[in-house]
Structures are given as structure tokens and as C-alpha cells.
């Protein structure tokens, strides 16, 4: 990722540099300010008045009083190191320091994948699982309502759980019968016995 260096103070003030990412930036021997993105420079430490003479020192011929705020400020001198920042891609640097450097940005782009692909599988295994997902069952568009007015399954078993399941709710969908933990092998039973009527929706 870019990385951006702006002087905001100092014998050097008004500088903006860009590099190819932050570990080259701070290799420079550039003491500014480095930001890859707005929030960079929101959470930093550049006060506003600071912001404001920078940008109307690369702006001059539309010199601004001040920001509306402190994210305005952010988003406009980022904007404006995009298209003014001078480019510092070359370094003069040893050959194995240069050598340690590069091996340490692919290895730390790499480490930002790996945590990114972690960040996503974690999601997505905290989403609530679907159990109705996938291959449609022969169940589908269907609903269900018990024939009986009392659950004719032995008490404690599964299959007397997936029954009290459509006795409790009158009629009732395949998806909220999966939904509410019943299982379609004790429905698949009780339909086969007559103890459950099948209606399309």
C-alpha cells in the first residue's frame, strides 16, 4: 500500500512525498507525517491549523480560513497528496539493506492476507447457518399439520421433539419446521405413517 509523507511544521514544511509503502516511507529519513488513507490522518496528531496552511500552501491560488472540520480536513489534504504528492520510489540504499527491507514488506503483505482471509472465515462462521440451504428437499413449498391432536412418539426422543414441533404451531412450513430444530427424517417417518398431512403452500 502507498504511503504518504507530509511536513506540516519545520524547515521543511510543504514537503509531500509518496512511496511505494509505509516501511520505505519511514526508511527515508523523512520525519513528516506518513498516512495511507483519510483515517490516518484524522487519528494523527496535525492540528487543524497545521491542515490548513498545508493545503493553502499547495493550493495557492484558492487559499481556504479553515475546515468545516476535522474529517473534511482529512479528506481534502488526502485528495490532495494523491494528485500533488512527488513520487520517491528510488532510494539510495545499500544493496542488503535494500534486500532487508523488501523481504520485510512481502513478508508483511503477506502477514495482511493471511489476517484478512482469517477475518473473513471468522465471519462467515459467525453467520447462523441456513439448515434449509443447499439442495432442495422434497419438503420444499410444502407445510405440514398433524393429523393428531396428541404426539404419538415416545417422550425424550427426537422424533417426539420434531412432532410436538408441527402439533404446537397448527400448520407449518418445511423452513420453520428446520428452523425450529425438527428434523426430516422423523418428519419423512411420521408422513409415511399418516400421522402428518402434507399441503402445498
Not at 509531500?16 to 488513507?37: C, D, E, K
Not at 480560513?65 to 528510488?90: C, P, Y
Not at 520485510?104 to 465471519?123: F, G, L, P, S
Not at 434449509?132 to 410444502?142: D, I, L, P, T, V
Amino acid at each position: 500500500m502507498k504511503a504518504y509523507v507530509a511536513t506540516f511544521s519545520g524547515k521543511t514544511f510543504g514537503d509531500l512525498s509518496v512511496y511505494p509503502s509505509r516501511i520505505l516511507a519511514s526508511q527515508s529519513g523523512n520525519y513528516g507525517t506518513i498516512f495511507s488513507s483519510e483515517e490516518d490522518l484524522l487519528r494523527s496528531s496535525v492540528s487543524m491549523d497545521q491542515m490548513v496552511s498545508f493545503y493553502n500552501y499547495h493550493t495557492q491560488k484558492a487559499p481556504i480560513k479553515k475546515f468545516e472540520d476535522r474529517e473534511k480536513a482529512s479528506r481534502r489534504i488526502f485528495a490532495l497528496a494523491q494528485t500533488k504528492a512527488v513520487e520517491k520510489s528510488k532510494i539510495t540504499l545499500p544493496p542488503e539493506e535494500k534486500e532487508t527491507i523488501m523481504f520485510t514488506i512481502e513478508k508483511n503483505e503477506t502477514q495482511e492476507i493471511v489476517k484478512k482471509v482469517a477475518k473473513i472465515k471468522k465471519e462467515k462462521s459467525a453467520e447462523p447457518k441456513n439448515k434449509s440451504a443447499g439442495r432442495k428437499s422434497e419438503f420444499y413449498g410444502k407445510k405440514f399439520h398433524a393429523i393428531y391432536e396428541t404426539n404419538h412418539r415416545r417422550e425424550n426422543t427426537h422424533g417426539h421433539k420434531s412432532f410436538q414441533i408441527i402439533l404446537d404451531n397448527g400448520f407449518i412450513t418445511y423452513d420453520d419446521f428446520i428452523s425450529k430444530n425438527g428434523r426430516a427424517v422423523d418428519l419423512r417417518w411420521d408422513i409415511k405413517n399418516g400421522k402428518i398431512q402434507v399441503l402445498d403452500i
